[in-house]
C-alpha cells in the first residue's frame, strides 16, 4: 500500500522566508511525527500528533517553528523567517497507534531536504 | 544519547548472512529493541522490533538475548540493496517525546559483490 509522502522532495529558499513542508500519513494511521536531520546527525524530535489531542511540541527548537494537522490526517511544518540553520533533511513518520501500550512503529516518509541560502 | 552501542561499519559478502550485533545493557523491562535502516538519502526504513522473544519477518530476523542485553539483528542473504547504515534502538513503545526514535551512528553495512 501507500506509504508516507511529503512534499516537496527539495526546497531552496532563501534567509528570512517562511516555508512550508507537506506530510501525508498512511491512511487510518492516527499518529504523526516530525523529525529533523542535520547533515551526518541523527534524528531530532520535533513534534506529534495523536488523534485529537493536543500535539507534543516538546521538541519545536523557536517559535519560528508550527506544526497543523488538518482533519487527522495531513500535517504541515512551517517555518517562519528561515535560517541558515534551518537546513536540514525533515522527515515526516506515521503509525498505527492502538492506545497505551500499544504498538507505535514508526514508518518514514522520503523527507524534504531544505536549503537556506 | 542513544542507549545502544554498534560497530561503526561492516562488510558482507552478496547472498551470504549479514549478522549485526547491537549491545544495550542498560535496557529497561518496558523497552523494546527496533531496528531501522537508512540507505543514502532516503528517509529511515523500519525493519523489525521485538521485547523478549525472537522475531522474524519477510525483512530479517532479530535474536535478542536472555538476559535482553544484547541483539543481533540477520538479514539471511545480503544483495546489494541492504548497503545501508543500520541502527539499534530501544525505546519504550510510547507515542510522544517519550517514544520518539533516538538513532545513535549506526552500523554502517556494505554487501560487496
Known amino acids: 500500500g501507500a506509504g508516507v509522502s511529503q512534499s516537496p522532495s527539495n526546497k531552496v529558499t532563501e534567509k528570512g522566508k517562511d516555508v512550508e513542508l507537506r506530510c501525508d500519513p498512511i491512511s487510518g494511521h492516527t499518529a504523526l511525527y516530525w523529525y529533523r536531520q542535520s547533515l551526518g546527525q541523527g534524528l531530532e524530535f520535533l513534534i506529534y500528533f495523536q488523534g485529537n489531542s493536543a500535539p507534543d511540541k516538546s521538541g519545536l527548537p523557536s517559535d519560528r517553528f508550527s506544526a497543523e494537522r488538518t482533519g487527522g490526517s495531513v500535517s504541515t511544518l512551517t517555518i517562519q523567517r528561515t535560517q541558515q540553520e534551518d537546513s536540514a533533511v525533515y522527515l515526516c513518520?506515521?503509525?498505527?497507534?492502538?492506545?497505551?501500550?500499544?504498538?507505535?512503529?514508526?514508518?518514514f516518509g522520503p523527507g524534504t531536504r531544505l536549503t537556506v541560502l | 544519547d542513544a542507549k545502544t552501542t554498534q560497530p561503526t561499519s561492516m562488510d558482507c559478502a552478496e547472498g551470504r548472512a549479514a549478522n549485526l550485533p547491537c549491545n544495550h545493557s542498560t535496557i529497561s523491562g518496558n523497552e523494546y529493541v527496533y531496528w531501522y535502516r537508512q540507505i543514502h538519502s532516503q528517509g529511515p526504513q523500519y525493519i523489525i522490533h521485538?521485547?523478549?522473544n525472537n522475531e522474524t519477518n519477510e525483512m530479517a530476523s532479530l535474536i535478542i538475548t536472555e538476559d535482553r542485553k544484547s541483539s543481533t539483528l540477520i538479514l539471511p542473504h545480503a544483495t546489494l540493496r541492504d548497503t545501508a547504515v543500520y541502527y539499534c534502538?530501544?525505546?519504550?513503545?510510547?507515542?510522544?517525546?517519550?517514544?520518539?526514535?533516538?538513532f545513535g551512528k549506526g552500523t554502517k553495512l556494505s554487501v560487496k559483490p
Open positions: 534502538i530501544v525505546r519504550v513503545n510510547y507515542g510522544g517525546s517519550q517514544g520518539n526514535l533516538i
Open positions: 521485538g521485547l523478549k
Open positions: 513518520a506515521s503509525s498505527l497507534r492502538t492506545g497505551l501500550g500499544g504498538t507505535d512503529t514508526q514508518y
